[in-house]
């Protein structure tokens, strides 16, 4: 099979659905804006693949005068140099096609980086709200097939569209100038070939559609499976048996699928070989007798043959160029609508640094709703349809605190209360809907992002670690730190000793979200990624929520070298650890109900007071409350 009829063949795979998609006012012109960077090389490529597809009527020709001018006349010397021209033509095309190829390469693979580039920082910069709301294999796919398929319109699909009308108009034209009645009649059987294109094509853009939604599928079982998470899961609660089963009948009809399409390929090549071939018979016995009253050379019969041959081709693959041009703008617009979701915080325009030295936080009568889905995500990235796409939940009320330089402010209340998103604010994860926060009496809106991470320095109580070595975990936080930098951190979280043991030290790999690890090592490798940064400003979300006593202790041992000297901001799982704290503040419903130390809390017989005495309604019993916050 030509190449020609492999892309007519892949372009009837496509789902014809998208050329009755409806596209976004202006895509084409951001398309071609993507073009400009690479427009020369573009300029080329056509010339090239005309060049290319031009050749295609040069064998013909030149075989109609081997034979007419060189065999039927007895000129060897014509018949050898005509022949030596034939074979130029076929390495001027062999060079054609890979400068062809090359150039394709260049513009697809540098738009891919391109637009890749721009997506991946992109959705970086999302808030926190777009990745709890997308599925990861949507937005992967995104990064992948959508950007591949974009691509597509500068290479495969406009290659395709100019070289095949090119060609056909070529074909068409050096028919015509041989024998008009035979060019007539080739065009009479041009519905015989697109009839069956068209049938077939939808036959097979369903069974591909088909096929891609039941990989999608496996993909994504897999992915659950995988995970150590999932792993973990189906060991204690799947069935294996019923795993397998249920894994086997997907890959079934998978395989189905991919038989179907086989054969219906197959079927389909055989008719339009069998069409191809009836053509050519109608051509050699009209010709034939054309040739035999002398109104037709041989040598012009031939070269009919031979330019038939290739006219069908051109033809079937642009039945289809409708199609082809919609799937590569679709797949364009896919990627913008990811482009064009605005990153809630932005970045100010005119930054104001923050102040050297320990640095305070305050939170001025913050009020904060958390934005709705419309404004955070996309509906198409969700996977499973969610009917909360409405406005979002109001969650902190006339918020208002103050922690000095070098204190340690403690946050207590249930769950749900909002002390995470207090936190998140400080972080600046989201921006408040009222009022304002500060750090280094600096509204944090008008510091750049970079600075303020470079002196904010957050622990979670789930403590994320790539699936990379323990020294790149660290390394992350402070990328220039030298071998003793990383010792001396991970002395001061107490977890220096650990590392001595492991059979690669700090180049051991930790495995997926550092679960070679127990829980305590996380947060104490974690805590010494903190003290490698070496902030002014300390986050402390739960860090020891799902610890064991003993990894409590160790983690408690590693906070306290953390919070030294630097401002903190503690939200407290066990009361015992903030007793000391310079302030606590109880949360409740959204906003601050009781403030103050540990003493006059308890004094206060509040809800301080209360949750003090249920936790340790038994001497010395240390019992969870408020283990999340909102």
Do not use: C
Request: hydrophobic share 45%; charged share 20%; aromatic share 4%.
């Amino acid at each position: 099979m030509s190449m020609g009829a492999w892309q007519a063949m892949s372009s009837m795979t496509r789902d014809a659905s998208v050329k009755n998609a409806s596209l976004r006012p202006g895509t084409a012109r951001r398309v071609l804006d993507y073009a400009q960077p690479y427009r020369r090389t573009i300029v080329a490529f056509l010339v090239t693949t005309i060049a290319e597809a031009l050749l295609v009527i040069a064998t013909p020709l030149l075989l109609k005068r081997i034979v007419d001018d060189g065999v039927v006349k007895q000129d060897s010397g014509l018949v050898v140099r005509l022949a030596l021209l034939v074979g130029l033509v076929a390495v001027v095309g062999a060079g054609l096609s890979v400068l062809e190829r090359f150039m394709s390469a260049r513009i697809g693979e540098g738009l891919i980086y391109d637009l890749r580039g721009q997506v991946f920082s992109h959705v970086l910069r999302q808030p926190i709200a777009f990745f709890t709301r997308t599925q990861t294999g949507a937005l992967v796919t995104r990064l992948n097939s959508d950007v591949i398929g974009a691509q597509q319109a500068f290479t495969s699909t406009l290659s395709n569209v100019v070289s095949n009308i090119v060609m056909l108009i070529a074909i068409v034209a050096a028919m015509g100038t041989l024998s008009w009645q035979l060019t007539l009649l080739a065009l009479v059987l041009v519905p015989l070939f697109l009839i069956p294109t068209r049938i077939m094509g939808r036959r097979l853009a369903g069974l591909a559609r088909e096929q891609m939604q039941e990989n999608a599928d496996l993909g994504a079982r897999m992915s659950e499976r995988f995970n150590v998470a999932g792993a973990l899961l189906v060991k204690l609660y799947g069935r294996p048996h019923q795993e397998d089963l249920e894994y086997s009948e997907r890959a079934g009809r998978v395989r189905d699928i991919g038989v179907l399409i086989a054969l219906n390929r197959s079927a389909f090549m055989v008719v339009l070989t069998l069409m191809a071939s009836v053509a050519t018979a109608l051509v050699y016995g009209f010709g034939g007798v054309m040739a035999v009253d002398g109104t037709l050379t041989v040598g012009t019969l031939l070269a009919l043959a031979a330019l038939l041959a290739r006219l069908y081709t051109p033809l079937t693959a642009l039945s289809n160029v409708r199609v082809d041009v919609m799937t590569a703008l679709v797949s364009f617009e896919r990627v913008f609508e990811i482009l064009d979701l605005r990153p809630l915080v932005q970045e100010p325009k005119r930054p104001t640094p923050l102040p050297s030295g320990p640095l305070p936080i305050e939170l001025d009568e913050v009020g904060f709703t958390y934005p709705a889905a419309d404004e955070v995500s996309l509906s198409s990235l969700e996977t499973v349809s969610s009917r909360d796409r409405g406005a979002g939940s109001t969650v902190l009320h006339d918020v208002s605190l103050r922690a000095e330089p070098g204190q340690l402010v403690a946050l207590v209340g249930p769950s749900g209360a909002g002390k995470t998103t207090i936190t998140s604010l400080v972080a600046r994860l989201y921006d408040p809907t009222e009022g304002a926060v500060r750090i280094g009496d600096v509204d944090v809106r008008e510091v750049a992002s970079q600075d303020l991470r470079d002196r904010l320095g957050v622990v979670s109580q789930e403590a994320h670690l790539f699936h990379d070595t323990i020294r790149a975990n660290l390394l992350y936080a402070r990328p220039e730190a030298t071998e003793s930098d990383l010792e001396q951190a991970l002395r001061a979280a107490h977890v220096w000793s650990l590392v001595e043991t492991l059979p690669e030290g700090l180049d051991t790999v930790v495995g997926d979200r550092g679960h070679r690890l127990s829980g305590g090592e996380k947060q104490r490798l974690a805590i010494a990624r903190l003290l490698l940064k070496g902030p002014s400003v300390v986050v402390l979300d739960e860090a020891t929520a799902h610890l064991d006593s003993e990894s409590e202790v160790a983690v408690q041992r590693a906070l306290d070298s953390a919070l030294a000297g630097r401002t903190s901001l503690v939200i407290a799982h066990r009361l015992s650890t903030v007793r000391d704290a310079d302030q606590i503040l109880v949360v409740d419903g959204g906003t601050i109900v009781e403030r103050g130390d540990h003493a006059t809390l308890l004094a206060q017989g509040g809800l301080y007071a209360d949750l003090y005495r249920t936790q340790f309604r038994d001497a010395g019993e240390q019992q969870p409350v408020g283990v999340q916050g909102t």
